[in-house]
């Protein structure tokens, strides 16, 4: 079953910006800058505007963008370092934004909506199961959001949304997590976002201390009626209107869990619940069609873990898959066990090689955990007590050790593969190659060479450590009942000594200096246990139906802090081993139910190499481009003082935002509508308000954007920004009385004006100096030098694509495999089966284009409107050959981040494409970008502006014989880009300033005939 089609809630919103799959919004957000421009707005927003088949006001959008500042903000008051949402946050945040203000707003309207739309979907797919949404289907929204998205933000983001609309006044708010570990965790979070919150501790006696105080529970707390004493609390103490909060709350609805539902349900029927989970693929099916309608109704958003994975966030991973082994079970359960060590021992060599490397990418010390989806029970224990035997054995039967390490790095298993290979030829390549010091590895995996030996901690409640002789521990297991533990190893002849000293182990793993590289045991791990060091995992006793917590440890195995806390993985080969999660197996039965539910979560994905091949190498001395000078660093060369600079001047636009703010006033206060209609005077703020104001909060929200910014080398006081505000390097557009002062509310209002005022100074006057010594510091180098084919460098020098389908499309994975055997076909044809053109000027080929069967291409494959550019060029080349019989040309895509790019005013830009027209030893290097111009500012827009300015930096770098011209080739045609302007410029006016548009076929002709009369090589 398919389950995204079910979603009909979030298809509806998704239809609201005009696409039907999450993958095509994905695509035109992930690579917008998070933060702000100097107006406040979101680039998030700026982009979301340009979408063509938006059905959303802009106006409306641009409160949303307004609103969703503002909560961001709450949030980070107490918090360092500061939030700033990702494009998939943010979306999350928009679509609750969006479904709020119509429910208080216009409930009827959006019902009506809602259901014109399911209608018509019900029929496009054939669904059968869904009937039309009802009021009381719109008092719950859910999110279906991966392990380490941030799902914890989104509901601190929804608690303030909630109350901005003010949907009712809740008698109660409660925020319900599964277990006490989770609680602990949300409540510390919640003081974090300034949020008033009481972690409940067995009573009640105190109160709540504000009507906006949440109450932080676990589920098992609640009870239909209390008898007798315990901590537990009937669900008639919460009567009346609450507003829930839900943290993974259902963990697979069963039994005992299905009664927490109705508990859930029956505290939440007359309030508003916002739900969240990481695992509704595992518990939503057809067979269960009531869970699947309410839940199809509630989920606003899935950015589950397919997408949270394609993105690139959290570690990659790999799963042992082996075919039905033809080997005994001890035999079996040896083999996993010591590639399980060898696979961690591997990592552990990587850390110490790459220490600095790895400390640059926020990689701790790997640790190896061996966990299960229970935390009690006697298949538990037995599994646990086989996993200490293993380890035992390592230690002390050395022999026995190497035999298992022959057959693994020489093919001699017996475990086979679907392709009926070794499970692991191609594994431990950096084994291999160096081979196993055993002394080594017993060191840094166990602490030295000795006697196993396994103690009670008597001062760490439910922990054991295990050391060899009088070395230091290196693994703790975390076990509920251990006498009864003790007894059983005691069975097995491992006796358990005391240590009466020792304080806990397993607090111990997360300090920098830890020893510990082994756990063994689930209850912390599975009650949300904080660590970023797993990096193998054994997975024990995983029972049947039990999926939601396969995925939840899953979840938190895969979570990587990354390089600069992005979450993501980086492309370092040297430090590939420490991003990726290894899961092993003891039991072949574990390891299948294991698979079955990650197959749920649609992320089996076969990634296939697609080689790419240079092309006009003999060329690529000969071509220049400018590049800056990468040693340079504008914030580390230059220190920047703040002054006022004759050269900036700007005009702050706040008519839609005050008009609409002094619109409700008036309104309130019975004033017509009509009467709003004022012209907008252009004004200063008054210099007896400046000293009115709260400086300590302006400066301290000017500092956050300075450091948000990383314009770590500026430097300014309060008496600079206040001389700012009095200088006449700005104007306000605005009604009049936005200025004046009658109130407190007044005086803040100006103070959120000055800020804005301030904040788009500081970033025209930084990005003029930052561009100038950019400027300074570049330099022509050739393409040989710079480009073109890092960004498809590969560990072993080869340059190749990476594309990944599902698993499920055998037949398309099998077609493109065939391909690849068939490099003529491959570079030089164009099919369906992995969509490319083929173009011979083209530094190389193939070049991919994205594809709806293909889930990622990586690099990034061509869209829409850079094929048709592509198409345009070859055919206008091909026509023209005479014309260009004395010229050479080249193309070559630029890739966004890493390829070549230039700071503008607002943005890195980094042209699309790369176009060398050559005769001689003269060359025209020519700037491409085919895209949509949608609320660009005109002719003045910086990126139209760009075609100007290039000819300045071809001045400054000073070679007679190179010419440089920047184009914008604009999928957006001429009428819609001109639409709702009062006296637009004519078409041929954009042609003039380098704007050509792709629905006019003659616009290679207008191209070449512009750079063949200006610029002649």
């Not at 409660?174 to 974090?192: R, V």
Request: glycine share 6%.
């Amino acid at each position: 079953m398919k389950l995204e089609k079910y979603l009909v809630l979030n298809k509806y919103f998704l239809s609201l910006f005009g696409v039907e799959e999450f993958k095509d919004l994905k695509k035109e957000l992930e690579n917008t800058s998070p933060g702000y421009d100097s107006d406040g707005r979101s680039y998030f927003v700026n982009k979301l505007r340009s979408l063509d088949n938006l059905k959303i006001p802009h106006d409306d959008l641009l409160r949303y963008d307004e609103n969703i500042s503002n909560y961001v903000k709450k949030i980070n008051e107490k918090r360092e370092p500061k939030v700033t949402l990702k494009y998939f946050q943010y979306l999350a945040v928009l679509f609750t934004e969006i479904f709020l203000d119509n429910l208080k707003n216009r409930k009827q309207e959006f019902l009506y909506e809602l259901n014109d739309f399911l209608g018509k979907y019900r029929q496009k797919e054939e669904i059968t199961l869904l009937d039309n949404f009802s009021e009381d289907d719109l008092k719950k929204l859910a999110f279906w959001m991966a392990t380490g998205s941030g799902k914890t933000l989104i509901a601190h983001i929804n608690y303030y949304q909630f109350f901005h609309y003010r949907l009712f006044s809740p008698d109660n708010i409660l925020f319900i997590t599964p277990n006490e570990g989770l609680s602990k965790q949300h409540f510390e979070e919640l003081q974090k976002s300034g949020i008033p919150c009481l972690l409940y501790g067995g009573s009640l006696n105190g109160g709540l201390k504000s009507e906006r105080e949440i109450l932080v529970i676990e589920m098992t707390k609640f009870v239909e009626e209390k008898k007798g004493g315990g901590v537990t609390l009937p669900i008639d103490t919460f009567e009346g209107k609450n507003l829930v909060f839900v943290d993974e709350g259902h963990k697979g609805r069963r039994s005992e869990e299905q009664k927490w539902a109705r508990l859930r349900n029956e505290l939440a029927k007359d309030g508003f619940t916002f739900e969240y989970s990481a695992t509704f693929g595992q518990i939503l099916s057809e067979n269960q069609p009531d869970i699947l309608k309410e839940y199809a109704k509630s989920i606003i958003f899935d950015y589950s873990y397919k997408y949270f994975y394609l993105d690139g966030y959290g570690k990659d991973f790999s799963v042992l898959n082996v075919k039905q082994a033809k080997i005994s079970e001890q035999r079996f359960q040896e083999t996993i066990f010591s590639a399980n060590l060898l696979s961690f021992y591997q990592q552990l060599l990587v850390y110490e090689e790459n220490k600095d490397l790895a400390k640059e990418h926020n990689l701790e010390k790997p640790l190896w955990i061996f966990v299960g989806t229970t935390v009690t029970g006697k298949e538990e224990e037995s599994d646990v007590i086989q996993i200490v035997e293993f380890i035992k054995k390592a230690i002390e039967e050395e022999d026995w050790l190497k035999e298992q390490v022959d057959n693994i790095l020489n093919g001699k298993t017996g475990l086979k593969d679907d392709k009926d290979e070794d499970v692991f030829s191609r594994k431990f390549e950096i084994l291999k190659k160096k081979g196993v010091d055993f002394d080594d590895l017993q060191r840094k995996v166990f602490g030295g060479k000795g006697g196993f030996g396994i103690y009670e901690l008597k001062n760490a409640e439910g922990e054991l450590g295990l050391k060899v002789g009088e070395n230091d521990y290196f693994g703790v297991i975390n076990i509920g009942d251990v006498s009864g533990f003790k007894k059983e190893l005691e069975k097995r002849g491992i006796s358990v000594s005391e240590d009466a000293i020792s304080g806990s182990l397993f607090e111990d793993i997360k300090r920098e200096s830890s020893k510990i590289n082994i756990l063994i045991g689930s209850k912390k791990f599975i009650e949300g246990w904080d660590t970023w060091r797993v990096s193998s995992m054994g997975l024990l006793n995983i029972g049947r139906g039990q999926g939601p917590q396969i995925i939840q440890l899953f979840g938190r195995g895969v979570r990587l802090k990354g390089k600069g806390m992005t979450l993501k993985r980086s492309s370092e080969e040297k430090i590939k081993l420490l991003e990726n999660l290894n899961i092993f197996a003891i039991k072949a039965d574990y390891l299948s139910k294991f698979l079955e539910a990650i197959s749920k979560e649609e992320i089996e994905l076969e990634t296939i190499e697609i080689p790419v091949k240079p092309q006009h190498e003999d060329k690529w001395a000969s071509l220049q481009i400018p590049w800056k000078d990468e040693s340079k660093k504008f914030e580390e060369a230059k220190v920047l003082p703040l002054e006022i600079d004759s050269t900036i001047h700007f005009t702050l636009e706040l008519l839609p935002k005050v008009s609409e703010y002094l619109a409700k006033e008036r309104k309130e206060a019975g004033i017509k509508t009509e009467e709003l209609k004022v012209e907008p005077e252009r004004e200063r703020i008054p210099e007896d308000i400046i000293e009115l104001l709260n400086w300590e909060r302006i400066y301290r929200e000017i500092y956050d954007f300075k450091i948000g910014r990383g314009y770590w080398n500026l430097i300014f006081d309060k008496e600079m920004l206040k001389n700012l505000l009095i200088s006449d390097r700005y104007k306000i557009s605005a009604l009049p009385e936005i200025l004046t002062v009658k109130t407190q509310e007044d005086v803040r209002r100006i103070e959120d004006i000055a800020i804005l005022v301030l904040k788009k100074y500081i970033d025209m006057f930084y990005k003029k100096y930052a561009r100038q010594f950019e400027t300074d510091n570049l330099h022509y180098y050739t393409v040989g030098e710079q480009l073109p084919l890092f960004a498809f460098e590969s560990s072993d020098g080869q340059y190749i694509y990476k594309v990944q389908v599902d698993k499920k499309e055998k037949e398309l994975i099998q077609k493109i495999r065939n391909l690849v055997r068939d490099l003529n076909k491959l570079l030089k044809d164009e099919d369906e089966t992995l969509p490319r053109v083929y173009f011979d000027k083209h530094l190389y080929v193939p070049i991919l284009l994205q594809s709806k069967k293909i889930e990622k291409i990586t690099p990034p494959g061509l869209v829409e409107s850079e094929v048709r550019f592509v198409k345009g060029l070859r055919e206008h080349l091909r026509s023209h050959q005479e014309r260009f019989k004395e010229c050479e040309i080249y193309l070559l895509r630029n890739f966004p981040k890493i390829g070549l790019g230039f700071q503008l005013q607002w943005h890195g830009f980094y042209p699309d494409f790369i176009m060398w027209l050559k005769a001689g030893n003269k060359q025209t290097i020519v700037f491409i970008d085919p895209k949509g111009l949608e609320h660009t500012k005109g002719l003045d827009d910086e990126k139209i502006q760009f075609a100007k300015e290039i000819k300045e930096l071809e001045r400054k770098l000073g070679k007679n014989n190179i010419r440089l011209e920047s184009f914008i080739l604009s999928k957006t045609n001429y009428q819609s880009l001109i639409d709702g302007i009062s006296s637009p410029p004519e078409k041929d006016k954009y042609i003039e300033n380098h704007v050509l548009f792709l629905e006019d076929n003659n616009w290679p002709e207008i191209l070449f005939s512009s750079l063949m009369r200006k610029n002649a090589p």
